[in-house]
C-alpha cells in the first residue's frame, strides 16, 4: 500500500470531530476442484444476506491461504515471485469454483531486488568502512564487487544545487578504464549520469550529495528502470567529499536483480448487469518482498474475494468487475496498465465508478474513509478532490458506518493507491482503509479503540504482516462495509454517476451523516507514508 499519513474527520451518527492525525496462469489442480460456495440463500440480493453470506471466516480463510502461499515461498508474495504467481492461482481457482471466468492479464514490469546489503569502502590512502546509513543502493543498480581507484568526475565537491558532474558524455573524456566514478548530485538524472559512466569504462559509480542543507545524507534514489549493469550508490556528501582526491582506491559492491519481469492482474465480472456501467471493485494482490503482506494487502484481496463469491449467483443491474492488481508495491503499476488499455480501448468509458480496498485489517485500526470530495484535506502534500461523485461514494460508506453506529474517520484522496490511475482518468472514486505506520492519536482511540500513540500496524511492510497481524473485528466490520457498498452500486449508481433508475432494494440507511463541514482547515500531524510514496527521486 501506498498510503497518506494524515487523517482528519471522524463521523459518529450526525456528531463530527475533527483531529489530526508463469504468467497467463490458471489453477492447480487442487484449487479447481473446490467445491462452488453454497449459501443459504444462494441469491443473496439483498445486503443482508450478501453480509451473512460474506463472513470473516471466509475472509479469514482465504489470508490463510494466501500466508500458507508465502510461506511456501521464501516469506513473500511479491509481484515477480513464485509466491505472487501461487496467489493469483489461489484467487483464478476460487473464482472459477464460483463459477466466473477469470481474466489473467499479462505485463512486464521493472523488477529490483537487493538480496544484500552493499559495501562501500576506503582501502587507501586510509581504510574506512563506510557504515550502513552513510550510502545506499540506487534502485536498479547493477550488480557487481569491484576495487579500484576513485576518479572524480567534473566537480570539486563544492555545496551546490547546479552540478552538472556526470551529465554529459566528454566529462568523462580520458576517464581511465576500470575505475570508480564519483560523480556529485546536480541538475540531471541519476540514470544519465550512470550511463555515461558505464559507457566510458567505469566499474561501479558513487554518486553523493550537494551538502545543501537538507541533502547532506545519503542518497536513496533511483535509475528509474533496469538497464545499468554496474553497481550504483548514492552517498553522504561527507562520504562523497572523503573519497575525492589522487590516489584514493576502495571497493563498491552490490548483490541485486534489477531486471523485466511479467506479472498479472486477476479480472473477473457477474454474468449479468449493463456493461456499459460497470461497477469496478478492486484490491491490490501483491505483498512487499520482506513480508506476506496479509494485511497489505491480503485483507483487501480476501475481503473482494469474498464478495466476489457470494455474488456469483446475484442479478445486478450493473455488471461488477472485480479486480487483483499486480506491482502496486512498485509504483501502482497494475492499475496503471489496466486503466492504460482501458483508455486505448474505450472500455474505460463504461466504468461507472471504481471502489479500492487497500488494508482493512490494522491490528490497531482506524475506520477511514477516502476523503472523495476533499473537505477534511483542503490543502497539503498529495490533496486532491475526486471527480464528480466520488464525494457521493465517500457519504454512502460514512451512511452505512453510521447507519450500524460505528464511527468512521477520512484519509486523504492522494491517488496513492489503486485508486489513483482511475481518477486521474475522471472515472469516480472511493474506498476504505484502516492504517499503516502512522500512529493513532488520541481522539482516533476514543472513537475506534485501540492505543494511541502507537502505529495502525506496527509489522507494516515487514515480515511479521502475517495471520497475527490482522483485527477480526476490523476486518468483519470492513467486509461488511464492502459487500453492502458493492451490491448498492450493482443496483444502482443514479446518486454517483447519474446513470439508471431507482431501484427497490437500494439500501437507503435510515441514519445519516448529515454532511462533511471543514471545521478547523489544514491538515497537520504528519507526513506521507513511504510505502505509498513511489516518486523516488530521479533527478540530481
Given at each position: 500500500m501506498i498510503p497518506n499519513a494524515l487523517y482528519k474527520r471522524a463521523h459518529f451518527g450526525r456528531a463530527s470531530l475533527a483531529f489530526a492525525g508463469g504468467l497467463a496462469l490458471v489453477a492447480s489442480a487442487g484449487l479447481a476442484a473446490t467445491a462452488v460456495p453454497t449459501h443459504e440463500n444462494s441469491n443473496n440480493n439483498t445486503s443482508q444476506k450478501l453480509r451473512n453470506a460474506v463472513t470473516v471466516d471466509r475472509v479469514v480463510g482465504h489470508l490463510d491461504a494466501l500466508d500458507s502461499v508465502a510461506v511456501a515461498h521464501g516469506g513473500t508474495r511479491a509481484s515477480g515471485t513464485a509466491g505472487y504467481d501461487e496467489s493469483v492461482n489461489y484467487v483464478v481457482g476460487k473464482l472459477q469454483a464460483a463459477g466466473y471466468t477469470p481474466t489473467v492479464q499479462e505485463f512486464t514490469f521493472p523488477y529490483f531486488q537487493e538480496l544484500s546489503p552493499s559495501v562501500l569502502?576506503?582501502?587507501?590512502?586510509?581504510?574506512?568502512?563506510?557504515?550502513?546509513?552513510?550510502?545506499a543502493t540506487m534502485t536498479y543498480s547493477g550488480a557487481g564487487d569491484v576495487t579500484g581507484s576513485f576518479t572524480t568526475v567534473d566537480t570539486t565537491g563544492a555545496v551546490g544545487a547546479g552540478n552538472t558532474s556526470g551529465c554529459e558524455a566528454a566529462d568523462f573524456a580520458g576517464f581511465p578504464t576500470g575505475s570508480i566514478a564519483l560523480v556529485q548530485r546536480g541538475s540531471c538524472p541519476f540514470a544519465q549520469k550512470a550511463s555515461n559512466a558505464a559507457a566510458a569504462g567505469a566499474t561501479a559509480v558513487v554518486i553523493f550529495n550537494t551538502g545543501l542543507a537538507g541533502s547532506t545524507g545519503p542518497i536513496a534514489g533511483t535509475l528509474g528502470a533496469p538497464g545499468i549493469t554496474i553497481p550504483v550508490l548514492g552517498a553522504s556528501y561527507d562520504v562523497g567529499v572523503g573519497l575525492m582526491g589522487d590516489g584514493v582506491t576502495g571497493r563498491v559492491a552490490a548483490d541485486t536483480i534489477s531486471e523485466n519481469r511479467k506479472t498479472a492482474n486477476v479480472l473477473a465480472e457477474t454474468a449479468s448487469g449493463d456493461a456499459d456501467n460497470v461497477v469496478m471493485v478492486g484490491a491490490h494482490l501483491d505483498s512487499v518482498q520482506a513480508g506476506p503482506g496479509i494485511n497489505d494487502n491480503g485483507t483487501g484481496s480476501a475481503a473482494i474475494l469474498a464478495v466476489a463469491e457470494s455474488m456469483s449467483k446475484v442479478q445486478t443491474a450493473n455488471k461488477v468487475r472485480f479486480a487483483w492488481w499486480g506491482a502496486?508495491?512498485?509504483?501502482?503499476?497494475?492499475?496503471h496498465h489496466y486503466v492504460n488499455g482501458a483508455v486505448a480501448s474505450g472500455e474505460l468509458a463504461?466504468?461507472?465508478?471504481?471502489?479500492?480496498?487497500?488494508?482493512?485489517?490494522?491490528?490497531?485500526?482506524?475506520?477511514?474513509?477516502?476523503?472523495?470530495?476533499?473537505?477534511?484535506?483542503?490543502?497539503?502534500?498529495?490533496?486532491?478532490?475526486?471527480?464528480?461523485?466520488?464525494?457521493?461514494?465517500?457519504?454512502d460508506f460514512h451512511d452505512y458506518f453510521a447507519a450500524e453506529g460505528l464511527p468512521s474517520g477520512e484519509t486523504a484522496f492522494s491517488g496513492r493507491s489503486d485508486y489513483g490511475p482511475f481518477i486521474a482518468q475522471?472515472?469516480?472514486?472511493?474506498?476504505?482503509?484502516?492504517?499503516?505506520?502512522?500512529?493513532?492519536?488520541?481522539?482516533?482511540?476514543?472513537?475506534f479503540g485501540g492505543v494511541a500513540g502507537a502505529p495502525y500496524d506496527a509489522c507494516y511492510h515487514a515480515a511479521c504482516d502475517d495471520t497475527g497481524n490482522v483485527s477480526i473485528e476490523s476486518l468483519d466490520q470492513m467486509s461488511d462495509a464492502i459487500a453492502h457498498l458493492t451490491l448498492t452500486y450493482a443496483l444502482n449508481t443514479t446518486a454517483v454517476n447519474g446513470v439508471g433508475d431507482n431501484v427497490k432494494g437500494n439500501f437507503k440507511q435510515k441514519t445519516s451523516f448529515d454532511g462533511n463541514p471543514l471545521g478547523g482547515g489544514t491538515e497537520s500531524g504528519g507526513g506521507l507514508h513511504p510505502e505509498h510514496d513511489h516518486d523516488e527521486m530521479v533527478d540530481q
Open positions: 569502502t576506503q582501502v587507501s590512502p586510509t581504510a574506512v568502512n563506510y557504515p550502513a546509513g552513510t550510502f502496486e508495491e512498485q509504483g501502482l503499476l497494475g492499475a463504461k466504468v461507472g465508478l471504481y471502489l479500492n480496498f487497500d488494508m482493512i485489517g490494522s491490528p490497531n485500526f482506524g475506520r477511514f474513509v477516502y476523503d472523495g470530495d476533499n473537505s477534511a484535506f483542503p490543502v497539503g502534500p498529495g490533496a486532491a478532490a475526486g471527480p464528480a461523485g466520488s464525494g457521493q461514494i465517500e457519504q475522471g472515472v469516480p472514486a472511493g474506498g476504505l482503509f484502516t492504517g499503516a505506520e502512522g500512529v493513532k492519536t488520541e481522539e482516533q482511540a476514543m472513537l
